[in-house]
């Protein structure tokens, strides 16, 4: 199973897309603040970050440039009411979905950018594993 990071600041939709990736077989970790995210990205262990584009503090385009910064490997998908967004705030993210959108493109997308790597788990005992041999 996949694990999701949701960054986004309505809670509604945090609650509502939350439920409808969790019942898609994700496992689903959500933060409402981009700054807040940040901070956390650096503890937690995903599999990919699903991020909105607007925020208050940070755009989803600049959240996701600290990402790359902590964790180049993990997909980044980028979500708004934009149909299009200018290919600079585009750069860093591994897709993007705006206005006119599918919610099944979306979960299809985010099954294809997770599927071709292992889970955070797996990830996470190879890493404890190897801590413990030295």
């Known amino acids: 199973m996949a694990?999701?990071?949701?960054?986004?600041d309505?809670?509604?939709?945090?609650?509502?897309?939350?439920?409808?990736?969790?019942?898609?077989?994700?496992?689903?970790?959500?933060?409402?603040?981009?700054v807040d995210a940040l901070q956390r990205c650096m503890e937690l262990l995903f599999?990919?970050?699903l991020l909105v584009y607007q925020m208050p503090s940070l755009t989803g385009s600049q959240l996701a440039q600290e990402i790359r910064f902590f964790a180049?490997?993990?997909?980044?998908?980028?979500?708004?009411d934009h149909a299009?967004?200018?290919?600079?705030?585009?750069?860093?993210?591994?897709?993007?979905?705006?206005?006119?959108?599918?919610?099944?493109?979306?979960?299809e997308t985010?099954?294809?950018l997770t599927s071709?790597?292992?889970?955070?788990?797996?990830h996470r005992r190879s890493v404890t594993a190897?801590?413990?041999s030295t």
């Not at 694990?3 to 986004?8: A, D, H, K, S």
């Open 3 to 8: 694990t999701v990071f949701y960054v986004g």
């Open 10 to 34: 309505s809670a509604r939709c945090r609650r509502l897309l939350s439920s409808v990736l969790t019942e898609c077989g994700f496992e689903v970790i959500t933060a409402a603040d981009p």
């Open 47 to 49: 599999d990919l970050a």
């Open 72 to 80: 180049p490997h993990i997909p980044v998908v980028l979500i708004s």
């Open 84 to 107: 299009v967004l200018p290919a600079s705030e585009l750069m860093l993210v591994d897709a993007h979905f705006g206005h006119g959108s599918s919610l099944d493109d979306l979960v």
């Open 110 to 112: 985010m099954r294809r």
């Open 116 to 122: 071709s790597k292992p889970s955070s788990r797996a």
């Open 130 to 132: 190897g801590r413990g």
